[in-house]
Structure formats: C-alpha cells, structure tokens
C-alpha cells in the first residue's frame, strides 16, 4: 500500500516553461488536494477536488491548472513557470470530510 | 477570514525539557483541529485530532493536546523532548467540514542533544 504518491520529486524550470506534477492514491479517497509550502506561510490550498471529474479553486488558485480524470490520480499544470511558483507542492488525499489528510512525499519546483 | 497562527516560529531544547507549542484560530464556527509533524526531508504526518469528546487529546510519541474552546486555541505539549522530536509542527484547523484546511505558518522545534 503506496498511500500518496507524487512524481516528480524535483523539477527545475526556466521561467515560461510548462509542466505536469502527477499525484496518485491507492487508498480509493474520494478527495484530493494540491498545496503548497511557502516558509514562513505554512501550507495554501492551491486547487482541490471532491470526486472523479470535478475540480475547484482553493485559496491561492492563479498561475495552476488541474485535472482529475481517474478517480486515483489527481495533475496539478503549470502553464508558463514563473518564479513566483518556486515552492514545495504536496498533495494529500482523503477519504471523507470528518478524516485526516494523507500527504505525498512532495516536489520541489524552483523556476529561474 | 478563517486564519491560524502559532506563537513561535522555532524553538530551542535540550533533550528531557518539557514542550508546548502554541496554536490559536480564528472563529469560524465548527472545528476539527489537527497537529501535523514535519521531520526533515519527509512529508507530513499526523500527529493528533481532534473532533469533539474529550478536550485533552493524546496523539503518537507521547504528544498531547488541549483543546480550549473559550480561548480558540489548540496547544501541543510533550512532558520530555528527544532529539528524535527535531522537526517542523504544524497546526491545521478544518472548519464546518469543508475543503479547506487551514494551516498555520509552522513552529520549528530543534532539540539538542
């Protein structure tokens, strides 16, 4: 049982780049999430879902895309890199709204 | 806004030294209350809950927390630190069951050994 897996585990980009982080769950959760992790500012919701096939915004939403098209995996895009989007991504899952948050491992994205 | 903050950014220990890590919260109605740990280079775990029942929670590795609901706040205590504890703690409250869980900034806890 892998629980929350993320790919990649690091990635540089060069400012206007674009890219994919794939986050998969094999614990059959309906809910999945993508923060990220800023010093200083704890974790920020950037996008989440509540079931296969829907996506919503979280607090820090602009500049990320998402898609959930298997119930078990859950991208978060990155259209055009900016280095403002340099951070550590974690995504987690869950099973239901009164349970606690399961955590990937996390990518660390630097844009230059 | 719904916001969370915890007293410390880092704290310093010897080994044996007693801990408590502060965290308060903004009003927002019903809450669920987490303690997340952090240790260096790994992703987060849960540490303690809370849901309701019994405002004194007992977590893994002998952390505790209390809940105190007149004074919005939710602090983590460990009677005798290891060096083992070295890590970053973060507090997370989950209003009226949606989505979002809001974090606190962090509090990291080095102790020396």
């Known amino acids: 049982n892998a629980g929350v897996t993320q790919t990649p585990k690091f990635r540089v980009l060069k400012t206007g780049q674009s890219m994919t982080l794939l986050c998969a769950q094999d614990m059959n959760h309906e809910y999945m999430y993508w923060y990220r992790q800023d010093p200083g500012m704890g974790l920020r919701l950037i996008h989440y879902?509540?079931?296969?096939?829907?996506?919503a915004k979280g607090e820090v939403p602009d500049g990320y895309n998402v898609s959930r098209l298997k119930k078990q995996n859950f991208l978060l895009g990155l259209e055009s890199a900016a280095p403002s989007q340099t951070s550590v991504y974690f995504c987690?899952?869950?099973?239901?709204?009164?349970?606690?948050?399961?955590f990937g491992s996390g990518t660390q994205l630097s844009v230059l | 806004a719904q916001s969370v903050s915890q007293h410390n950014h880092h704290v310093i220990l010897s080994e044996a030294a007693s801990l408590e890590l502060g965290c308060n919260y903004s009003y927002g109605g019903t809450v669920n209350l987490f303690w997340y740990v952090q240790y260096p280079g790994q992703h987060l775990q849960l540490l303690l809950k809370y849901f309701s029942g019994d405002p004194l929670v007992k977590g893994i590795k002998g952390f505790e927390a209390e809940f105190i609901k007149s004074k919005f706040s939710f602090n983590l205590r460990k009677p005798s630190v290891q060096w083992s504890d070295t890590a970053e703690y973060f507090c997370?409250?989950?209003?009226?069951?949606?989505?979002?869980?809001?974090f606190g900034p962090g509090t990291r806890l080095s102790v020396l050994p």
């Open positions: 997370a409250v989950n209003y009226n069951y949606g989505q979002n869980f809001v």
């Open positions: 879902s509540v079931g296969e096939g829907t996506t």
């Open positions: 987690a899952s869950r099973r239901s709204t009164n349970e606690k948050l399961f």
